[in-house]
């Protein structure tokens, strides 16, 4: 009797950098109770999917958006844990920036005060992909994953990107198989897997 898997033998697409998967996603951490935390919060939120027609426009609402997590973070009223979350934010308004080494110290200061805080882990890996730092991405999403980020589908779409420019392809594809499964009405990770070319492998039992 035969067993079949499915195999990546290789990626249609991989005939230059540009065909590649643009940059790796970053997450938001909700604050509330008004003010210049949950401004920034929103904004960080909307960054993710904000396209203006103007780009100097753009540009000036985002940092108009930095400007108000600054505030939040200069106030002196907020917890230890809001000012966190407020960090964190602030790093994913830089990452849409690409200003992603402003963004990582932004990150790396969050862990600071949470050590454990899945999503800085996740979005720490996802600014160290988008700069070319694949194998340490690949160990702060994965860091991320085990504390049990909430949006998992953006951690694993991101671990495709890293595997990918590694040459890793099985994994690669196998993550963006993950994220699509995870959040089926996403349609990123499954335009990713469109590119790759696979087929069946028979195993003997």
Request: overall charge negative; proline content about 2%; some cysteine.
């Given at each position: 009797m035969v067993r079949m898997k499915a195999s990546v033998i290789g990626a249609a697409a991989l005939v230059g950098a540009f065909a590649l998967p643009m940059a790796a996603k970053a997450q938001a951490i909700a604050v509330f109770?008004?003010?210049?935390?949950?401004?920034?919060?929103?904004?960080?939120?909307?960054?993710?999917?904000?396209?203006?027609?103007?780009?100097?426009?753009?540009?000036?609402?985002?940092?108009?958006?930095?400007?108000?997590?600054?505030?939040?973070?200069?106030?002196?009223?907020?917890?230890?844990q809001d000012r966190t979350y407020t960090l964190v934010n602030r790093g994913v308004l830089e990452m849409s920036r690409t200003n992603y080494k402003v963004a990582q110290d932004n990150f790396?200061?969050?862990?600071?005060?949470?050590?454990?805080?899945?999503?800085?882990?996740?979005?720490?890996?996802?600014?160290?992909?988008?700069?070319?730092?694949?194998?340490?991405?690949?160990?702060?999403?994965r860091a991320g994953l085990?504390?049990?980020?909430?949006?998992?589908?953006?951690?694993?779409?991101?671990?495709?990107?890293?595997?990918?420019y590694l040459g890793k392809l099985q994994e690669a594809y196998d993550s963006y198989k993950q994220a699509a499964l995870i959040n089926p009405k996403w349609n990123d990770p499954k335009e990713q897997m469109a590119r790759f070319v696979v087929q069946p492998v028979n195993l003997a039992k």
């Open positions: 109770g008004g003010g210049y935390g949950e401004a920034c919060w929103r904004a960080a939120m909307a960054s993710v999917l904000i396209h203006m027609d103007s780009a100097t426009e753009e540009a000036n609402w985002k940092r108009d958006a930095i400007s108000t997590c600054d505030d939040a973070l200069s106030g002196g009223v907020m917890g230890m790396k200061s969050a862990l600071k005060s949470m050590p454990k805080l899945a999503e800085a882990h996740v979005d720490l890996g996802s600014t160290m992909i988008n700069m070319q730092e694949y194998e340490e991405g690949v160990t702060e999403t085990d504390l049990k980020t909430k949006e998992p589908e953006r951690a694993y779409f991101n671990l495709g990107i890293a595997y990918e």
